[in-house]
């Protein structure tokens, strides 16, 4: 039982840092968290389907078209209603109230071409998993937690190692320092748009690929991200890996000795004692108040 248990924890905890680090990299430099996030996780999953099932190209094509099909929804999102709004001085309210518009809208748009059905992009039968020491793990729980261990040890190398990263980094720190030292902020915010778009399409597509989806799939994994991003400690790589393993940890031994209706409350239990006691979270940085 407790060898299940763990793969269920590192399943469910790569999930959440897969998705947690798509808003992550937008955070970073926006300092806006953005509800259209979480249409951009579920368009991964139904534009896969849209090449897949109604084109007939074999499914790993229809991931790899996907891929930049997501990133130009990300950018044209940035393009088309963010950075004008930005440009207009516009607060941070009307930045967050103008992406639960677009979430509402986009979601609907899902609905009316997809249905509110569950559909599915597996083309395998169903079968009983790998048992490793007594527990069972399918294949693609094992290609997940992969997929989502390989992209966060590529996305912290490159934040730390290329240029482009420092200066991602750079933007998040202090905008107005970095486009004095010559950095287009502009530029930068395009391209956290674009990877933090691409990671949130492939963590969609790969949470399709294990239970399925719907068109509000996005929403209940954009709570399970804001979670895990402040209990790991906000502008924190290593903290959504913490974070993620936590609420993990805490929601599947509730599944298995409660119920698996208990999984939000269990969430945001979870933050609200961080709120209460650790509001910067495991490795954020706590706010000092200047002195003049």
Request: some cysteine; glycine content about 8%; overall charge positive.
């Amino acid at each position: 039982m407790i060898w299940q248990i763990i793969i269920n924890i590192l399943y469910t905890a790569s999930m959440y840092i897969l998705f947690t680090l798509s808003i992550q990299i937008v955070y970073r430099t926006t300092l806006l968290l953005l509800f259209s996030h979480a249409i951009v996780f579920s368009a991964g999953a139904y534009i896969t389907y849209f090449l897949n099932q109604l084109f007939n190209i074999p499914l790993l094509n229809s991931i790899i078209l996907t891929i930049p099909s997501i990133c130009l929804l990300g950018i044209l999102l940035e393009i088309g209603i963010y950075k004008p709004l930005r440009q207009r001085k516009a607060n941070s309210i009307i930045l967050m109230l103008s992406s639960l518009g677009t979430f509402i809208v986009l979601q609907n748009l899902i609905s009316m071409l997809f249905g509110d059905d569950t559909k599915s992009i597996r083309t395998w039968e169903v079968r009983e998993g790998i048992q490793v020491w007594g527990a069972y793990i399918t294949p693609v729980q094992i290609i997940i937690i992969g997929v989502s261990m390989t992209l966060l040890i590529l996305v912290a190398g490159y934040l730390m190692l290329d240029k482009r990263g420092k200066a991602m980094r750079a933007v998040a720190a202090d905008k107005e320092l970095a486009r004095l030292c010559g950095i287009n902020s502009d530029r930068i915010i395009f391209l956290s748009f674009a990877i933090g778009s691409a990671l949130a399409g492939i963590a969609g597509i790969l949470v399709a690929l294990d239970v399925d989806m719907t068109p509000t799939m996005g929403m209940n994994m954009l709570m399970m991200g804001v979670v895990v991003m402040i209990i790991g400690g906000v502008g924190s790589i290593w903290g959504i890996v913490l974070g993620s393993l936590l609420l993990a940890f805490a929601q599947n031994f509730g599944v298995w000795y409660i119920s698996s209706q208990w999984q939000d409350a269990i969430a945001f239990g979870i933050l609200l004692i961080f709120l209460l006691f650790k509001p910067e979270g495991f490795f954020g940085k706590k706010i000092r108040k200047a002195e003049v």
